[in-house]
């Protein structure tokens, strides 16, 4: 079950709630004061910041884009 974030728009407090989706649909019809906030996506990161990809991997990516440049169309593959 996801957790969704509202806010209160009588009193401004901001809070999370743990719910199905079904059971979010009755709470806001219930909760009219109530405004649903949209979460981000998450951040997914290596631990390494965002730089480049380490060596290996850019290694794999050339070789993927050596066997797929073909004829006119040029490979979209980014080896960094």
């Known amino acids: 079950m996801p957790t969704y974030r509202f806010i209160n728009n009588e009193t401004g407090e901001e809070f999370e709630e743990f719910m199905t989706i079904s059971a979010l649909d009755d709470y806001l019809k219930e909760n009219q004061n109530i ?11 290596s631990g390494r910041g965002m ?15 050596k066997k797929n440049s073909r004829g006119i ?6 080896t960094f």
């Open 73 to 78: 169309s040029r490979s979209t593959v980014n």
């Open 51 to 65: 730089g480049k990809p380490e060596q290996g991997f850019r290694d794999l990516l050339k070789e993927i884009k």
């Open 35 to 45: 405004t649903q906030l949209v979460n981000g996506a998450p951040m997914i990161s």
